[in-house]
């Protein structure tokens, strides 16, 4: 079976969504998990390394436990003033994923987001607000009530490998 899993990575956390390409519509057999790696301080470089370490075994045990065949990352724009040390700990990632014969992938969120609301709809581009809309619609669309807001956001990247992987999306 062909399973699929989407990263969504900020400062806050790591929210991991995965579910089987051709799911059937059931969102029983869609999974979502967040994780807290814990606050660094600045230039606190074994902070930092402590935590990479932490959040390296959280996704090594969903990896293992999910075993998808395909791990999407939210695309950073270096230029939209993303956060580099969160950069490099998914640049680390992809690497130790690629390392366990995964294939990884990079899923751009302003167009994982457009599948998710339909041309027509514009998209907040402040604060939390485009993640509140599509936790709205995946809510109204069947999606489990008690998300976070991260785990939406891996949600709507998930949507999005559907597409491109022939399964089912999440939001038709």
């Given at each position: 079976?062909?399973?699929?899993?989407?990263?969504?990575?900020s400062?806050r956390?790591?929210?991991?969504?995965?579910?089987?390409?051709?799911?059937?519509?059931?969102?029983g057999q869609?999974?979502?998990?967040?994780?807290?790696?814990?606050?660094?301080?600045?230039?606190?470089?074994?902070?930092?390394?402590?935590?990479?370490?932490?959040?390296?075994r959280?996704?090594?045990?969903?990896v293992?436990?999910?075993n998808?065949?395909?791990?999407?990352?939210?695309?950073?724009?270096?230029?939209?003033?993303?956060?580099?040390?969160?950069?490099?700990?998914?640049?680390a990632?992809?690497?130790?994923?690629?390392d366990?014969?995964?294939?990884?992938?990079?899923?751009?969120?302003?167009?994982?987001?457009?599948?998710?609301?339909?041309?027509?709809?514009k998209?907040?581009?402040?604060g939390?607000?485009?993640?509140?809309?599509?936790?709205?619609?995946?809510?109204?669309?069947?999606g489990?009530?008690?998300?976070?807001?991260?785990?939406?956001?891996?949600?709507?990247?998930?949507?999005?490998?559907?597409?491109?992987?022939?399964?089912r999306?999440?939001?038709?």
């Open positions: 079976m062909s399973m699929l899993m989407a990263m969504d990575q400062v956390g790591f929210a991991l969504a995965w579910a089987p390409t051709f799911w059937g519509g059931s969102w869609v999974q979502t998990i967040r994780f807290d790696g814990g606050p660094v301080k600045r230039k606190d470089e074994a902070g930092a390394l402590a935590r990479l370490r932490r959040v390296f959280f996704v090594d045990g969903v293992c436990g999910a998808p065949n395909v791990i999407g990352f939210e695309s950073y724009g270096f230029g939209s003033g993303a956060d580099y040390s969160v950069v490099e700990l998914v640049g990632l992809k690497l130790r994923l690629l366990y014969g995964k294939d990884v992938e990079t899923v751009q969120q302003s167009s994982a987001r457009k599948l998710v609301t339909g041309p027509t709809v998209i907040p581009r402040k939390d607000d485009a993640k509140k809309l599509m936790h709205s619609i995946l809510i109204q669309n069947g489990p009530a008690n998300i976070t807001l991260d785990e939406s956001d891996a949600l709507v990247i998930l949507n999005a490998m559907m597409h491109a992987h022939g399964g999306p999440l939001v038709p």
